[in-house]
């Protein structure tokens, strides 16, 4: 089945600085990959994802980039702020084109 | 996004008893929502896939008599751990799936659960 690996575990960043996390993926079929932000005690939020008919999208200031070749995407954060700090999880599809299957997650700390 | 809620939000029951955890899709119809257990600090795990209308279909080494499933509407799903045990004690997140974009799946807040 699909399997996600995430890196890194831990990223910490100064203020202002990017932050990227890396994911790549086992199933040439999968087309979907969503990164999710978790906070503490909550469930995940959506905030950004891409079909594998593109490159790469931007929202602001997250962007993610795929590489279909070499299965894997990216997630991009520029001018970090301390509230961008939570736990980061990237996700594909699965053979079933159904479920998702999500990446460890990276811990992301912001200093100011 | 779309919301979806969980209720309750935190439980604890002892040793024994069922609960139940109702994910409620607010503004949109699911067809197909999921379940995932969290513990502290992991990933998610997907436990089963709740199809409406029909039965779950269960991720492997998940008990479908302990954790029965049942979506009985388009805007409800719910999880009943029965006879919980303390090592059921974990974060329980449900998820809905946007029948307008496949893909996208929207998260419940969770529902953290302590057997005692």
């Known amino acids: 089945g699909e399997n996600v690996e995430q890196h890194p575990s831990t990223l910490s960043v100064q203020e202002g600085d990017s932050a990227v996390i890396k994911c790549t993926y086992s199933d040439s079929a999968s087309n979907y990959f969503p990164w999710y932000k978790q906070e503490l005690g909550k469930g995940p939020q959506l905030i950004i994802d891409i079909r594998s008919n593109v490159g790469e999208k931007k929202d602001q200031r997250i962007a993610v980039t795929l590489n279909k070749t070499a299965k894997h995407f990216s997630l991009h954060i520029t001018e970090t702020q301390p509230e961008d700090s939570a736990v980061y999880f990237c996700?594909?599809?699965?053979?079933?084109?159904?479920?998702?299957?999500f990446g460890k997650g990276t811990t992301l700390s912001v200093s100011s | 996004g779309a919301v979806v809620s969980q209720h309750p939000s935190r439980v604890i029951c002892k040793s024994g008893t069922s609960v139940k955890i109702e994910c409620r899709s607010l503004d949109f119809q699911a067809t197909t929502m999921f379940w995932y257990r969290q513990f502290p600090k992991k990933s998610l795990m997907l436990m089963a896939t709740?199809?409406?209308?029909?039965?779950?279909?269960?991720e492997q080494g998940v008990e479908k008599d302990k954790f029965l499933i049942n979506h009985a509407s388009l805007t409800l799903s719910t999880l009943t751990v029965t006879s919980a045990h303390p090592e059921d004690s974990s974060f329980y997140i449900c998820?809905?799936?946007?029948?307008?974009?496949?893909?996208?799946?929207?998260f419940g807040p969770g529902t953290r659960l302590l057997v005692l």
């Open positions: 998820s809905a799936r946007d029948p307008y974009r496949q893909e996208t799946q929207y």
């Open positions: 709740s199809n409406e209308g029909s039965k779950a279909t269960y």
């Open positions: 996700a594909a599809h699965n053979q079933a084109g159904t479920a998702l299957i």
